[in-house]
């Protein structure tokens, strides 16, 4: 468990009204716990707790339920959890129990997970609506519903049960989407070891064999600076670059190739999402940079876009524009700019979108477009610039000299009352910086 400081727990309880607020009279809110995942036998994945379980409450437990009840008079946010039990805590570690949640997470009231077949349904009778992530977690999609239809069976005593079912997403999509100062400074400090940790692979590039010595490298930094992986970390050198979700990081490294390397740190749930393209013996190709360069320019042209007021889509259409002019101009591509676009043939080499919301997902949730229409940006959002190019290195219809050449370059960016602010510009990206850092790890 993670510290808890009385301005995190004020921030919490903050979330919670807000949230209920939005919910409005008369609405009842559910939401599990993330469940503990079997790996093999008796051994369980590393326990994660669901983001929006976490954003509202900071309790990182399995088998726990938070519902929230606006307008209860004897406490509106309250949570089910596991009891003390010091047998069970001596093999997994320390709970806090109900009585620890109320005192150190600020809720209202708590219960044992095992009394909640007994309270749930009576906290349902009389509520007009349930918010609810159905179709999430099957199993508890099914335990809710035997709840309702306990109140539903009590209709001739007089029970009123809730008339309709309303996605818990719409409202806490959108709160989670806006980041406060305290979610800011968290980003920047998973911003800023990921930053040191892409500075460890680039400086040890020259002296390893194999992709995973520079996976090591990264998770090693992020572990000593007390966070993990905000996802699985990928490592493509040569042709591997190409592979847009690799993760197998064995292959070897290569004198006279790059490595993509797309790896972030997570900080106390918040992630960092970094993508940099180096050469592994520490100087690009002629051709190498020539590509490294147009991916730069892509990306610099999407940050030009990264304004309040601008449509979020903005920032890919300026990216694509670039790197199809670019492409026309190294002879990669053929015909007119507009009809490359129009037709999507570009996408032969840049298939992906040119960024993603981030926060407590990596690819975190918020609408792109509203009403059909790309949503516009707003101060608060935070979210990836990542262009790329991606030549397979089968391509006979393009110079040897490109071919199985995979590029991307991706940073953090928040948006300002201003502009934007680059979470993750500390970090090494053009061509002649990348190279000057490599020579000092070799000096």
């Known amino acids: 468990m993670y510290p808890i400081t009385a301005a995190w727990r004020k921030a919490l309880a903050h979330r919670?009204?807000?949230?209920?607020?939005?919910?409005?009279?008369?609405?009842?809110?559910?939401?599990?716990?993330?469940?503990?995942?079997?790996?093999?036998?008796?051994?369980?994945?590393?326990?994660?707790?669901d983001s929006d379980f976490w954003y509202l409450t900071g309790?990182?437990?399995?088998?726990?339920?938070?519902?929230?009840?606006?307008?209860?008079?004897?406490?509106?946010?309250?949570?089910?959890?596991?009891?003390?039990?010091?047998?069970?805590?001596?093999?997994?570690?320390?709970?806090?129990?109900?009585?620890?949640?109320i005192d150190t997470l600020g809720l209202?009231?708590?219960?044992?997970i095992d009394d909640i077949d007994d309270i749930l349904p009576g906290l349902l009778e009389g509520r007009r609506s349930v918010h609810y992530h159905l179709g999430r977690d099957a199993e508890f999609d099914l335990k809710l519903i035997g709840w309702l239809n306990r109140v539903r069976a009590q209709v001739r005593q007089g029970a009123q049960p809730p008339q309709e079912f309303l996605a818990l997403g719409h409202l806490l999509d959108e709160m989670r989407l806006f980041k406060s100062e305290d979610e800011i400074k968290l980003m920047q400090h998973a911003a800023d070891i990921s930053v040191e940790a892409h500075r460890a692979a680039m400086r040890l590039a020259s002296a390893c064999h194999y992709e995973y010595e520079l996976q090591a490298e990264l998770e090693r930094v992020f572990r000593l600076?007390?966070?993990?992986?905000?996802?699985?970390?990928?490592?493509?050198?040569?042709?591997?670059?190409?592979?847009?979700?690799?993760?197998?990081?064995?292959?070897?490294?290569?004198?006279?190739?790059?490595?993509?390397?797309d790896a972030g740190a997570e900080y106390r749930g918040y992630a960092a999402d970094i993508t940099r393209t180096f050469p592994i013996n520490g100087r690009f190709s002629k051709a190498q940079r020539a590509l490294h360069d147009l991916v730069c320019a892509a990306q610099a042209a999407a940050l030009a876009q990264a304004h309040p007021g601008i449509a979020y889509e903005a920032g890919h259409e300026a990216a694509v524009a670039t790197l199809v002019d670019g492409l026309l101009s190294l002879g990669l591509l053929k015909g007119q700019a507009s009809a490359l676009i129009e037709s999507g043939a570009y996408k032969r080499y840049y298939r992906h979108k040119t960024g993603h919301w981030l926060g407590l997902d990596v690819h975190d949730v918020g609408e792109y477009r509203i009403d059909g229409v790309s949503r516009q940006l707003e101060p608060g959002m935070v979210f990836t610039i990542e262009p790329g190019l991606y030549i397979p290195e089968d391509d006979a219809s393009v110079p040897a000299a490109y071919r199985g050449i995979g590029i991307r370059i991706e940073d953090d960016v928040l948006i300002t009352k201003s502009g934007h602010q680059v979470l993750t510009d500390a970090l090494e990206r053009s061509a002649d910086d990348i190279e000057h850092l490599m020579d000092e790890s070799t000096a």
Request: one cysteine or more; a neutral charge; charged letters at 30%.
């Open 16 to 49: 919670r009204k807000q949230l209920m607020d939005a919910a409005g009279d008369g609405a009842i809110l559910v939401l599990p716990a993330a469940q503990a995942r079997v790996r093999s036998r008796d051994t369980h994945y590393p326990y994660r707790q």
């Open 59 to 101: 309790f990182d437990e399995p088998d726990a339920v938070l519902v929230l009840v606006p307008g209860r008079k004897h406490g509106e946010s309250i949570l089910f959890c596991r009891e003390r039990d010091p047998e069970r805590e001596g093999w997994d570690g320390p709970r806090l129990g109900p009585e620890g949640v």
């Open 108 to 112: 209202d009231d708590a219960y044992p």
């Open 225 to 261: 600076r007390d966070a993990q992986p905000a996802y699985a970390s990928i490592v493509g050198a040569g042709h591997n670059g190409c592979v847009l979700h690799y993760v197998a990081n064995r292959g070897k490294l290569r004198r006279g190739d790059l490595v993509l390397v």
